[in-house]
């Protein structure tokens, strides 16, 4: 049960584009297409942005997007917004019957 | 509105027990799996455990089993998490976390996350 990669930080400047990479393996993003990713604000409760690798929950921006290839998933946020800095998760269903995250990312705007 | 709101956090000893409470309104509680994932104080998340709809599945993380136990009470609209033999590295903010639908395996995503109950191991 390995926490899925993602870099540690990445940064941009308002206006601009980021994608954060989420890499796992075979058994977890490279099977499903269970991919979500989350957004936290310090302090706060995680909130979900993107569910089943590329679908947006309602009230969520289409400034957030998600996809997928082979064992990477990767969340690319456009328009860079001044509260858009946060951390960043990704999760996936493993076949271990286990979710598994991302160690996070710290998006800096 | 969704609201999951967890209870029975606290300080307690290593090797010591805790019961997590999570009290879910604004849906239809029986149709949904309800996930346990915590965080270590500057950490990142860690999924717990899972329970799908009238919990007939249910999952563990490997750090966990053995230990723990996640239980639903449908009349009541709530999520237990029995923990037992504590160690240091749980001590973490709990958050109850209700899935897209009714299996914790293949409606896995979490879509609304509780506030967290904090839970700190120490003697």
């Known amino acids: 049960q390995s926490a899925l990669t993602q870099p540690a930080s990445v940064s941009g400047s308002p206006g601009q584009s980021i994608t954060i990479s989420c890499t796992g393996t075979s058994s977890d993003i490279g099977r499903f297409h269970l991919v979500s990713w989350h957004q936290q604000h310090p302090g706060k409760a995680p909130k979900l942005l993107i569910y089943e690798v590329s679908k947006r929950p309602s009230g969520i921006s289409n400034r957030f997007s998600g996809s997928k290839s082979d064992n990477t998933a990767s969340l690319t946020i456009s328009g860079l917004q001044a509260e858009d800095e946060a951390d960043y998760y990704c999760c996936s269903y493993a076949d271990s019957g286990t979710l598994i995250f991302g160690g996070g990312t710290k998006l800096t705007v | 509105e969704v609201q999951l709101v967890e209870s029975g956090g606290g300080l307690v000893q290593p090797g010591k027990s805790l019961r997590l409470s999570c009290a879910a309104s604004?849906?239809?509680?029986?149709?949904?799996?309800i996930h346990w994932v915590r965080q270590a104080p500057g950490k990142g998340l860690d999924w717990v455990s899972g329970?799908?709809?009238?919990?007939?599945?249910?999952g563990y993380a490997d750090s966990v089993k053995g230990r723990f136990t996640i239980s639903r009470d449908d009349a009541k609209y709530s999520v237990h998490l029995q923990m037992n033999s504590l160690r240091g590295e749980d001590t973490a903010l709990y958050y109850c976390?209700?899935?897209?639908?009714?299996?914790?395996?293949?409606?896995?995503?979490?879509?609304?996350w509780g506030q967290g109950t904090l839970v700190i191991v120490s003697s």
């Open positions: 976390a209700k899935a897209r639908g009714y299996s914790y395996r293949l409606d896995s995503a979490i879509h609304h």
């Open positions: 604004g849906f239809n509680f029986d149709d949904y799996a």
């Open positions: 329970i799908s709809w009238k919990g007939g599945d249910i």
